[in-house]
């Protein structure tokens, strides 16, 4: 690609749990299944093209077929089973593919790492479904073990958590797991070196922007799609337009300024720990 080439943009949408029952700490991660089901048909009225992340990497690569001419990514976090049961078939209505990152300590149990959230009880998709998930066409990739905030861990935590899931996917897929995404959206450049030692060819952040040809495969940016968001607001998220500058502004630095808050809380806790220990 020439330097005067404008690269293809891809917008890499985000969604959690399809589902329309929430508390209002989880809301912000909900999308309902009758609004799920209108974006997916904006997004095939309007000749959008699912793919998925492994695709768009392949085809970044040229060991893959071309980008579509207008491409999309769907991907979904954590492995809820609602995935099965709401997102599915939604999916399967317009033939689109995905990309679902799974937590793979909880499969067969409850998100049992929201119970700060209230949500502690939301039931997760077992192997059995994963694999039914898999066989649908959806690509299945990592999301850690136990959905911890990475760029808080030791190196050794660090690699537990990202080597530990993909050795669980791979056991019980049968296959090469490639692409991987940040719980929180949160990495340092260490982490996103493990990943990358892992075996991990792409990982997928927030941030709140599109990516395109030339955005780091292992820090693509994805499009977070909240509960309140209308057809025409999603139409305009495909295109990169779907926040005003201000609110692009603010979601883009929060993320950096919540990572130095939340480090600095954690330093906090470890010195009063400390205290504690000595006193």
Known sequence: MSASTQPTTVPILMYHSISNTENKAFRAFTVSKDLFSEQMKYIHQHNYTPITVQQFILARLKQGLPLPEHPVILTFDDGFADFLTDALPVLQQYSFTATL????????????????????????????????????????????????????????????????CKEALEQHLGQEITSFAYPFGYYTPKVKQIVREAGYT???????????????????????????????????????????????????????????????LSLASAYQQGRSAVG
């Not at 066989?135 to 959905?147: F, M, V, Y």
């Open 101 to 164: 990152y799974i937590t793979t300590a909880f499969v067969g149990s409850t998100s049992r790492w929201l119970q700060r959230e209230g949500e502690a009880d939301r039931p997760m998709l077992s192997w059995e479904q994963v694999r039914e998930v898999q066989r649908a066409g959806i690509e299945c990739g990592g999301h850690t073990l136990h959905h911890p905030q990475l760029d808080l861990l030791t190196n050794t935590a660090v690699r537990e958590e990202v080597v530990g």
């Open 202 to 264: 792409s990982a997928c952040a927030v941030k709140h922007a599109m990516s395109s040809e030339r955005t780091d495969p292992l820090a693509l940016t994805r499009l977070m799609v909240k509960p309140e968001i209308t057809v025409d607001v999603f139409g305009r998220l495909l295109t990169g337009n779907g926040l005003s500058p201000v609110e692009a502004f603010y979601m883009r630095t929060r993320t950096p300024m919540w990572r130095i808050a939340r480090r600095g």
